[in-house]
């Protein structure tokens, strides 16, 4: 079996189990943590997601790898290539979503809204806190969590993304 065949299989194997998580219940912090949990296990054998495999892009930056996606566009799985210094300014998901480490650093900063929600495409935010996701370790999101996210390794990174809905 190829390595490509052995990753389609471990990740139908875990995607599997993270509906089954989501259906016993349903879309809330423990149950995104049972789901980061599964993401983990996946992720501990590296051979899986040999760096080759998850190329920067041909002009050297960040690219993003479907790894799997149901019919209905639920239960994506992507892989996350982040070119070194990448910066992505706070944003929400509008769905639960699941970051985990398999090579380097991903700065994830959390915030909270203070503004009153007044205005269109504009948010007033305080920073709550910051996290280092790397091999062994992910973070976890509800639709309306608020996150930034930052590489500063030399060469590039890469996270497994988990979302309800696909991107």
């Given at each position: 079996m190829t390595?490509?065949?052995?990753?389609?299989?471990?990740?139908s194997e875990a995607v599997g189990r993270i509906r089954q998580i989501e259906r016993d219940q349903g879309v809330n912090y423990e149950a995104l943590k049972a789901i980061r949990d599964e993401l983990i296990h996946l992720t501990r054998d590296t051979s899986l997601f040999?760096?080759?495999?998850?190329?920067l892009?041909?002009?050297?930056?960040?690219?993003?790898y479907r790894l799997s996606e149901d019919d209905d566009h639920r239960f994506a799985?992507?892989?996350?290539v982040g070119a070194a210094g990448k910066s992505v300014p706070p944003h929400d998901h509008t769905t639960w979503a699941v970051i985990v480490g398999v090579y380097g650093d991903e700065l994830n900063r959390f915030y909270e809204r203070t503004d009153d929600l007044a205005k269109v495409s504009h948010a007033t935010l305080n920073e709550t806190g910051q996290f280092v996701v790397r091999h062994g370790n992910g973070v976890v999101f509800l639709p309306d969590d608020i996150h930034a996210i930052s590489?500063?390794?030399s060469q590039s990174t890469l996270h497994l993304h988990m979302y309800g809905l696909a991107l």
């Open positions: 390595i490509s065949e052995r990753r389609e299989q471990a990740v040999p760096r080759e495999h998850f190329p892009t041909e002009s050297g930056d960040s690219a993003v799985l992507y892989g996350s590489t500063d390794d």
